[in-house]
């Protein structure tokens, strides 16, 4: 019953700013963490930037400085600010919130929104 929907992609020229954002729907109490990930065409899916339940952020190192990860107390909308963006950001990028289960969790993603960093 949850649903995770991106938006805010788009192109960009390169050293241009675009702000993703990301509303879950359904039960959100028992979140875990939200994040951001991408994929390139040709290359595994990566974790770009991960919020916990506590509020505490994480950004892979080639993002770090220019990304902002941010949500709302509820943990049902996620944002990523992005800054200084290069062209090797481009890739399509993916919400995912992990839930708590009684022993395990569980993950719904998003359908991703693309962004395309131009020269």
């Known amino acids: 019953q949850v649903r995770v929907v991106e938006s805010g992609g788009g192109l960009v020229q390169a050293g241009g700013s675009l702000r993703l954002s990301c509303v879950v729907s359904?039960?959100?109490?028992?979140?875990?963490?939200i994040g951001w990930y991408r994929q390139a065409p040709g290359k595994e899916r990566e974790l770009v930037a991960l919020?916990?339940?506590?509020?505490?952020?994480n950004y892979v190192d080639s993002v770090k400085g220019r990304f902002t990860i941010s949500r709302n107390n509820a943990l049902n909308t996620l944002f990523l600010q992005m800054n200084s963006l290069k062209v090797q950001d481009t890739a399509l990028y993916y919400c995912?919130?992990?839930?708590?289960?009684?022993?395990?969790?569980?993950?719904?993603w998003g359908q991703g929104t693309q962004v395309t960093v131009s020269s």
């Open positions: 359904g039960s959100t109490s028992t979140i875990a963490a």
């Open positions: 919020i916990s339940r506590g509020g505490t952020p």
């Open positions: 995912k919130a992990t839930k708590w289960g009684l022993d395990r969790t569980y993950d719904y």
